[in-house]
Every structure is written in C-alpha cells, then in structure tokens.
C-alpha cells in the first residue's frame, strides 16, 4: 500500500514501458526459438520424380549426399551395421526384417555422393499402425472402409555415421519418412527415446516440433527412462 502510493505517475509509466519492452524481449526469444523449427505446411505430393515431390514439400536437399529407398535384403546388413552402432540394446534381425518387409517405402538411406560402393552412413526405418477409430465408427454402423481407422506413424530407428553428424542428415531423413507417412494418411507421428538422448531430443522437439507425452520409466534394458513424443500432422 504505502509503495504504490508512493509511485508518481511518471515513475509509473517509466516502470511500465520497462515492463512491457522486457515482456518484448521475451516474446521475441520465444519467437526466435519457435522459427528454428522446421515447420511443415500442409502436404502436397506434386511432381514425378522424387527430387520435385521433395522440393514441393519444402524438404531441403544435402550437398553430397543422396537420399534413396531400401529396395532389397542386400541393404539389411548396411541398416543393422548403422543401427547398432548406437543402441543401447540390440535388435533381432526378426525386428528389422518386420520393418523392412512391411514397409520398405518407410526405410530411406542417406549415401555419400562420390562413393563407389554406395554404402550409407545414414538411415530411418519406420512404420504405420492403423487402429480402429471408435468415435467414427459410433457415428457410423455401416462404414467399413478406411476411413473408421486411425493411423499413426513410428519412427523404429535413425542413425547417422558420427563423421557425419551435425550437417543436418538426421533432420532430413526424419523430414522425409515424417512427410510420406503423411501422405499414407497418418496423423501423427510417434516414436520413443531415452531421456539422457540430448542429441535426439533437440531433434525432435526443437527441430521437428514433437511434443512430450509421456514418460516410460524404465523402458530400457539397462533400465534407462525412455520419452514417448508425438507429432501432430492435422
Ligand atoms: C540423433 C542423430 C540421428 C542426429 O543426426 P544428425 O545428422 O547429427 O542430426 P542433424 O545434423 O540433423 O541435427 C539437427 C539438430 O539436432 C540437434 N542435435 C543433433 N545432435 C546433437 C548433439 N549431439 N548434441 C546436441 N544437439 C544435437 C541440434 O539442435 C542439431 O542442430 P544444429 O547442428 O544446427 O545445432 C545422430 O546423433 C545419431 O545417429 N545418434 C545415435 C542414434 C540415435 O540416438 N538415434 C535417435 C534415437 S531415436
């Protein structure tokens, strides 16, 4: 009481303006944050060939390195080889065959340009789970198309060869699997990742704007917490 009547109008206004430029500056962080995401406008799958469907979809291309569809199992042991490399317990080989064999569309490897052999130093392996949607189906008995389902796309596995780290291989490899389960009509995209993973986190959060929706205590075989993220495409 005896502070507020002490403030003279002048001084009032002066502390205001100090008030208001200070929340500026905040919303200026944040709006400088939010802008480092990669923001990913509605899909549209134009063009034939897949350096125009990518250029109309506003994913960026990388110097150097070329990004190309697993086609067959001769590319199993180069997934597995990069995939390894960094997990913290090991996949079967049922696993990746469960992946690749469903959804090869779904596995894109990144290759170094110049190289002879094409091996790559970079992978995303993903799939889609189609669920039953109840609240459509509750408004409508006779439906027995797609159109009562949920999906949801998962990213299983992203690797990139630590030379190779930091040039924004990760961000596009994940970019492009994210926009082709979009156009195989998912919704969103989920995937887990262990909470100590910095590196992924920023990633996904900052980058690619996934959000934290649950926290796995324990997930791991070593025992470390895992977070689920979420994706909303819609
Ligand atoms: C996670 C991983 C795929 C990232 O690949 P990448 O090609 O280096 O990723 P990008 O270059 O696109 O990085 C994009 C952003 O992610 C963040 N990031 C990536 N790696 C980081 C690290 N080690 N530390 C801090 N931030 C990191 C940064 O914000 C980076 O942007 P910046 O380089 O402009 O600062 C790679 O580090 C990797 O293979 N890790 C081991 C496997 C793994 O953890 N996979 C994810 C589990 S699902």
């Known amino acids: 009481m005896v502070l507020a009547a002490a403030v003279r109008p002048a001084d009032q206004q002066s502390s205001n303006e100090g008030l208001i430029s200070h929340q500026r500056k905040i919303i200026k962080q944040q709006i400088c944050q939010r802008s480092k995401q990669i923001k990913l406008p509605p899909s549209t799958y134009h063009g034939d060939t897949m350096e125009e469907v990518n250029e109309a979809n506003n994913i960026p291309e ?54 002879g052999d094409r091996r ?20 409508n008995n006779d439906a027995t198309d797609g159109s009562m389902k949920v999906y949801t796309g998962y990213i299983g596995m992203l690797a990139v060869e630590k030379e ?46 996934f959000i934290r929706e649950e926290l796995l205590v324990k997930y791991y075989l070593n025992w470390n917490n895992a977070y689920r993220l979420r994706l909303w495409l819609k």
């Open 164 to 209: 190779y780290r930091r040039s924004g291989i990760g961000t596009s490899l994940a970019l492009r699997a994210i926009r082709r389960m979009q156009q195989m009509g998912c919704q969103s995209i989920q995937l887990e990742t262990e909470v100590t993973n910095k590196g992924a986190m920023r990633l996904y959060e900052d980058r690619l704007g």
């Open 62 to 115: 990388i110097e150097g390195i070329d990004f190309v569809d697993y086609v067959n199992e001769e590319q199993l042991d180069d997934v597995m080889h990069l995939v390894q490399k960094d997990l913290s317990e090991p996949y079967s080989v049922f696993t990746y065959r469960y992946f690749l064999h469903r959804w090869p569309q779904l596995c894109i490897l990144a290759v170094p340009s110049d190289s």
């Open 120 to 139: 790559p130093i970079g992978c995303v392996v993903c799939k889609i789970d189609a669920k039953r949607d109840d609240d459509a189906a509750e408004n």
